[in-house]
């Protein structure tokens, strides 16, 4: 694929994305939630009923997060960046940072990250690496006292910054979309914004998405072949 100079690329990814990593994607066989339901462990209503087992499993999350490497899919997109620079954007459903492992240096993530953690209360994130399981304390915020959740979108709650990221949607050339199952709103809508501005909208995945109506085009395969060959 080849952009001109006028060209603005706003990729968006999924947890498809870092299934070569040995991540497990949510709604794949073995998906993350197996043994977990959603609602259990990424609600408000999950965390007023229980932190101390949402701790455990995004400290589980952060674990598994920690001992994978980025793959070929992270690589690809990194380099595209660095020819790009400010034309391009990528906006990750992940929260894990494995994008940024690669090289990737804008990256927006619209569900929060894995190793943020912000007071209730206060709601400033910062950096946070810590595991809250086996008995561990929960985190309290060091200025008010109250309690420490993890900087992460939970159902029910709004993405982060959804103004750049529409702004940068209104602005782009071409929408590249890969391994995200299309379920998830507003993310899912991405493409029809994409769509009714008439830009070149392809999504890079082994299935079809759910919104595989609204592409231009769908390039079937694992991101990790895909993702190389096409930028
Ligand atoms: P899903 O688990 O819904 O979808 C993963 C997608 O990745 C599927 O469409 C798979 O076909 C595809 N896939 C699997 N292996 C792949 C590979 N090697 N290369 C490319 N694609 C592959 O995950 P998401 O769409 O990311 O939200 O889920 C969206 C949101 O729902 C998540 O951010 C999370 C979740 O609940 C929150 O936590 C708020």
Redesign the pocket.
Known sequence: MRFEAEDRVFVLT????S??SGLA????SG?LWNGHR?EDV?TPEAWEADPGLVWRFYSMRRRDALAAQPNAAHVALAELEKQMGDRFYLCT??VDDLHERAGSERVHHM?GTLFESRCVWCEKPFADRAFYEDGAALPVCAECGRAVRPH????GEVPLDLNSIFRELERATVLLV????G??YP?AGFVDVAHRRGIETIY????E?LNARAFSEILLG???EVLPTLL
Request: aromatic content about 8%; hydrophobic content about 45%.
């Open positions: 999924g947890a498809g994305v299934a070569a994607t949510f709604r794949g998906g959603v990424a459903q992940n569900h992460i979108v939970w159902f890969a391994g995200t199952s379920s998830v993310a890079v995945g082994p299935e998405p694992p991101a990790t």
